[in-house]
């Protein structure tokens, strides 16, 4: 793959830089920059003859941007990155979409496209895989397509899905959940090229998808992208520039994101500048990073444009890059069909504002009107771009008038979107009334002063603040090794020697008629009778294993009836670390021991919850490593994502890719955080837990 990878670039590369020899372009990164306003015309000449420099040394074939089944594709400028997690979309099991769909559009104005994020990053916690997500989404796949991307495509929006090339899951299964989800695009996550397999296998079960890779696709991959994310390119404001990408292949859809940014103001404006998509990404994998109301008005404004224009010039204009204006930092782009007709946007990137009076040569004596002006130009030919802004003005006039109509002045504010930070939620008691028979041994713990420190990666999910700072809860640099360290005081407890068993679990289930509101999965290993009904009785092999496929509340509903309750993260740290021994592992500091059989569950598969007596602690619980992981009852929100915090780590096998949950036997010093949706989705095959008084 190295080499495959190094000849490319080494190509790319070569054929890039002989086109801007030849033709005296200065290429910055992913901009092209204008050094001069001399001489504009021969600089646009040359411009041209760059492009098609650059088209056929890289050989890049066109026909994708020809082909009539693309043709919808060119004119999405707003894509919204919707993490299916979000309170907003799905609570409890049922999705929330025609109510989704309508915030949307108060929120950020007309959205073309909707990309649905569905499994990163729960992938890894056990052994779904991404394609298992979209089955396991509520109503499975039929409930996706009828709740979900038929409610979108009704509302004239389009809709992608994404692949992960770094999980399992063959070409051949995505082209088929592409066709019974109806599907327009697909997000190439981590990708820069679109490989000919995968093209092959979507075309076998529907034609005219798009293929969007996340990252700058190979100029000669471009012949089969219609599409790319323009992910924190390096702009430079004190520079004269245009897109390299969109300059040298016009109908290539370009998505700026920075999805860490608190102000997405300048890419706002440079990508309408250009002509060009915004990626609208508030929810970053359960990290809640909301838009200013300026800048939610700013999307809402440029994209109302881009629409209204694109088949009169975007499409079918020609594009003249940086006119001179004569004016410093002043940039002027148009668009000029054939009939003369022009479009125009002025961008500003002063830290003054700039008054410019249309020139008679360059304009003619056509009116105009400008949009952020609000008003028609004919006598007084002077407008005003503010600091770090543009104007657009534009020659049709009666369009204009109607589109002006379109043209947001203010936005609907959302002022409960604005929290960053989860905070604490408070334990909801699951079932009553309570029986109050502890089952099971329990092991007496003792109290006392506990120094409580977790380190882990970030992760891009990011995790809590306390112990910490604000910066945990965000992804950015999700490779950072952060801590949580406080000292707390513990109190004395009984704690469960061992997970809930299946047995135990069932046993509350008959006695208490327990009915989750939403049973998707419940129990789902356990086999039913011809009536669907459980049985009463396990054999004793299933009945001694920790109880999986259970979610927060059903916990929490068998924790209510016998008089208990789930651990603290703080408490089941103390346990796990010997009472407050501060030990690495239940059994001790000796690290060689976790690849130790009698200590460690090294089997692949889930394991008796009362075995390993070598891996216990010294008070003598059983299976806080490597066997299941373990609810605790540290719940969070930050109004938009909810999550629980597991420890312990699984039986499953450690897997090699970054974006991947750590899994194996975990120390006692790490955690996990769990996004949860409420539904069928939380049960996990390896997620259990244990009990408390």
């Known amino acids: 793959m190295f080499l495959i990878i190094f000849h490319f670039f080494f190509n790319s590369s070569f054929a890039d830089d002989f086109c801007e020899n030849k033709y005296n372009i200065t290429r910055v990164n992913q901009t092209i920059v204008k050094t001069s306003d001399d001489d504009w015309q021969s600089w646009q000449n040359n411009?041209?003859?760059?492009?098609?420099?650059?088209?056929?040394?890289?050989?890049?074939?066109?026909?994708i941007y020809r082909d009539p089944n693309f043709n919808w594709s060119r004119s999405l400028f707003r894509q919204y990155f919707l993490f299916m997690y979000d309170q907003a979309f799905q609570e409890n099991g049922h999705y929330k979409t025609a109510s989704f769909i309508k915030n949307l559009k108060l929120k950020y104005g007309e959205i073309d496209s909707v990309l649905l994020w569905h499994a990163y990053p729960l992938l890894g916690f056990d052994s779904r895989t991404q394609f298992d997500f979209y089955k396991e989404m509520p109503g499975g796949i039929s409930g996706l397509k009828k709740e979900v991307v038929d409610l979108f495509h009704k509302n004239g929006i389009r809709v992608f899905i994404n692949f992960n090339p770094w999980d399992v899951g063959s070409y051949q299964e995505l082209g088929i959940i592409v066709r019974d989800l109806d599907i327009d695009g697909v997000m190439l996550d981590t990708m820069n090229n679109v490989p000919q397999t995968m093209v092959g296998e979507i075309n076998k079960q529907k034609k005219g998808v798009i293929l969007m890779p996340e990252t700058t696709p190979s100029m000669s991959d471009h012949g089969f992208a219609n599409g790319s994310w323009a992910q924190w390119y390096a702009l430079d404001k004190k520079s004269s520039s245009i897109l390299f990408q969109k300059w040298v292949l016009p109908a290539h859809q370009l998505y700026f994101i920075r999805r860490w940014d608190t102000d997405r103001h300048e890419d706002i404006l440079y990508s309408f500048f250009n002509g060009s998509g915004m990626l609208i990404w508030d929810n970053v994998f359960g990290a809640w990073n909301p838009y200013s109301d300026l800048d939610r008005l700013l999307l809402a404004q440029t994209g109302v444009l881009l629409k209204s224009f694109f088949n009169n010039f975007f499409e079918a204009g020609q594009w003249l890059p940086l006119v001179p204006t004569h004016i410093a930092d002043l940039d002027l782009n148009i668009w000029k069909n054939t009939s003369g007709e022009i479009f125009a946007i002025f961008k500003n990137r002063s830290d003054h504002l700039i008054k410019y009076n249309l020139d008679e040569g360059l304009f003619k004596s056509l009116?105009?009107?400008?949009?952020?002006?609000?008003?028609?130009?004919?006598?007084?030919?002077?407008?005003?771009?503010?600091s770090g802004s543009v104007e657009a003005i534009v020659s049709l006039i009666p369009k204009a008038i109607e589109v002006y109509k379109l043209f947001p002045q203010k936005m609907t504010p959302f002022e409960n979107d604005q929290e960053r930070i989860p905070i604490p939620q408070k334990t909801v008691l699951g079932f009553t009334p309570k029986d109050g028979q502890h089952r099971g041994e329990f092991v007496?713990?003792?109290?006392?002063?506990?120094?409580?420190?977790?380190?882990?990666?970030?992760?891009?999910?990011?995790?809590?603040?306390?112990?910490?700072?604000?910066?945990?809860?965000?992804?950015?640099?999700?490779?950072?090794?952060?801590?949580?360290?406080?000292?707390?005081?513990?109190?004395?407890?009984?704690?469960?020697?061992?997970?809930?068993t299946n047995q135990e679990f069932l046993s509350f289930?008959?006695?208490?008629h327990y009915l989750p509101e939403n049973s998707d999965k419940f129990l789902a290993h356990i086999k039913r009778n011809n009536e669907g009904e459980l049985p009463k009785i396990l054999d004793n092999d299933q009945a001694a294993l920790p109880v999986t496929f259970v979610s927060l509340q059903d916990a929490q509903a068998y924790a209510d009836w016998r008089g208990e309750r789930l651990l603290s993260e703080e408490e089941w740290q103390y346990v796990a670390s010997g009472a407050g021994a501060n030990n690495l592992y239940p059994f001790g500091n000796d690290i060689r021991r976790i690849n130790d059989p009698q200590s460690v569950n090294l089997t692949g598969k889930i394991i008796r919850a009362d075995a390993l007596i070598k891996g216990a602690t010294p008070q003598g619980v059983l299976g806080l490593c490597g066997n299941t992981w373990e609810l605790t009852n540290a719940?969070?929100?930050?109004?938009?994502?909810?999550?629980?915090?597991?420890?312990?780590?699984?039986?499953?096998?450690?897997?090699?890719?970054?974006w991947i949950i750590p899994r194996g036997p975990r120390a006692n010093n790490f955690h996990a955080k769990y996004l949860l949706s409420g539904g069928g989705l939380d049960r996990s095959e390896a997620i259990s837990f244990r009990t408390a008084y």
């Open 444 to 500: 007496t713990i003792f109290g006392g002063k506990f120094h409580y420190e977790v380190e882990h990666k970030k992760r891009e999910s990011g995790c809590y603040p306390f112990g910490g700072n604000r910066y945990f809860s965000w992804g950015q640099n999700f490779e950072d090794l952060i801590k949580h360290i406080f000292e707390i005081e513990i109190g004395n407890f009984q704690i469960k020697k061992t997970a809930v």
């Open 367 to 386: 009116p105009y009107f400008a949009f952020w002006k609000g008003a028609e130009i004919s006598s007084n030919r002077v407008i005003e771009i503010a």
């Open 509 to 512: 289930v008959i006695e208490s």
């Open 47 to 63: 411009l041209l003859n760059y492009r098609q420099c650059i088209i056929s040394r890289n050989q890049i074939n066109q026909q």
């Open 635 to 658: 719940t969070y929100s930050d109004g938009h994502n909810k999550f629980v915090i597991l420890r312990g780590g699984s039986y499953l096998p450690v897997h090699q890719s970054t």
